[in-house]
C-alpha cells in the first residue's frame, strides 16, 4: 500500500555515489486545504474521532478529494506484517483484529456524507484469512449504511490466495485496487515481501472474475523509463483499467531515499503513453497518490 504520505520540506538525493540536501521541486508544493467542504468534514472528523488515512497520512490531495466527496479509511489496525522500502506505516506483531470495525467504518461514512469511499489495510500475514473475512464485512457494513457510497477496495496481495480474494469478489465493490508501487527490478528493494509476478496474478485473476480493476507504481526509486513503459505493458496485458502513477517521496530518514524528481513533462509523457496503451484512466503527475480522482474511477 501506498498510502501514507509525508511531505518533507527536503529530502535527500542520491547521484554518483555522494548525497546533498537539495529543496524539493516547486511542483512539489501543495497549498493548504481549504474550502467550506473541506472545513466541514475537518470538524466531524475531529468531533468524531474518525481515523482516515486522509488525515493520518498527512495526504497532499486531502482538501482536493474531501471537496469531492471522497475520503480514504485503513482498517485492520495500524501496524503491518510487511516492513516495505516506502512506507511509513509502522512494522511489527499487529493488534488483536476488532470485529465492530466495519460497522465503525460504515458510521464514519455516514457521518461524513461520502459519495466515495476508499477502503486500504495492512497486510495481514499472521492472520489464517490474511484478513480477509474483514475486509469484506466493512464492503457490506458500508452498503447496509450507505447504498448510494460507490466503494474501492485498494487489497493486499492476500499472498496470492485466490480463496481469499475470492471474499472481495463476491462482495464486488465498484473498483479493486492493488498497487505494484515499482518496477520488476526494485520490488525485492522496495517491497520486501512482495514478489512483482504474484501482484500482476492478483490483478489478472481480479479482472479474470469480473472486478474493474486498478493499480499504481511510484517514480523516483531509480527505475529507468524503460522500466517504467515495461511496467505500464505488463498491467495492460493483465487487462488493468486504471493505472495511477506518482513521485515517491521519503517519509523519514529511516526509509529509501529519493533518487529523482521526476518532472511534470515526464508524468505527462506517461500519460499520455498510457492512454494509448488502453488504459480507461491514466492519473499521473507528481502528488497523484492511489485514491486521487478515486470517484470518477467508479463510473
Known amino acids: 500500500m501506498s498510502e501514507k504520505i509525508l511531505i518533507p520540506s527536503e529530502t535527500k ?25 473541506y472545513t466541514e468534514l475537518r470538524g466531524l472528523v475531529d468531533k468524531y474521532k474518525l481515523n482516515t488515512i486522509c ?68 497486510d495481514r500475514d499472521d492472520l489464517k484469512d490474511g484478513g480477509s473475512i474483514i475486509w469484506a464485512e466493512t464492503v457490506e457494513a458500508i452498503r447496509r449504511a450507505n447504498p448510494n457510497t460507490t466503494l474501492e477496495t485498494l487489497i493486499p496481495d492476500f499472498q496470492g490466495n485466490t480463496k481469499l480474494i475470492d471474499r472481495i469478489i463476491e462482495v464486488h465493490p465498484e473498483v479493486v485496487s492493488h498497487n505494484m508501487e515499482t518496477v520488476r527490478r526494485l520490488t525485492r528493494e522496495v517491497r520486501i515481501q512482495a514478489k512483482y509476478d504474484r501482484s500482476l496474478g492478483v490483478l489478472k485473476y481480479l479482472k479474470e472474475n469480473g472486478m474493474r480493476t486498478k493499480s499504481g507504481i511510484m517514480l523516483g526509486l531509480g527505475e529507468t523509463e524503460e522500466e517504467v513503459i515495461e511496467t505500464m505493458k505488463d498491467l495492460r496485458n493483465v487487462g488493468l483499467d486504471i493505472i495511477t502513477i506518482g513521485q515517491y517521496l521519503q517519509p523519514t530518514k529511516k526509509h529509501l531515499p529519493v533518487k529523482e524528481f521526476i518532472t511534470p513533462e515526464q508524468f505527462k509523457k506517461y500519460e499520455t503513453l498510457g492512454k494509448e496503451m488502453g488504459f480507461m484512466y491514466v492519473e499521473s503527475g507528481a502528488l497523484v497518490r492511489s485514491s486521487y480522482k478515486a470517484h470518477k474511477h467508479a463510473s
Open 13 to 37: 538525493i542520491t547521484k554518483d555515489a555522494t548525497s546533498e540536501r537539495v529543496q524539493k521541486p516547486k511542483w512539489l508544493r501543495v497549498k493548504l486545504p481549504v474550502g467550506k467542504k
Open 55 to 122: 488525515t493520518s497520512g498527512s495526504c497532499p490531495n486531502m482538501g482536493e478529494c474531501w471537496g469531492e466527496g471522497t475520503a480514504t479509511f485503513m482498517i485492520l489496525g495500524n501496524i503491518c506484517t510487511r516492513s516495505c522500502g516506502f512506507c511509513g506505516v509502522k512494522t511489527g506483531r499487529p493488534e488483536t483484529v476488532e470485529w465492530d470495525e466495519p460497522e465503525k467504518v460504515a458510521r464514519s461514512i455516514k457521518i461524513m456524507n461520502i459519495k466515495h469511499a476508499v477502503i486500504t489495510s495492512v
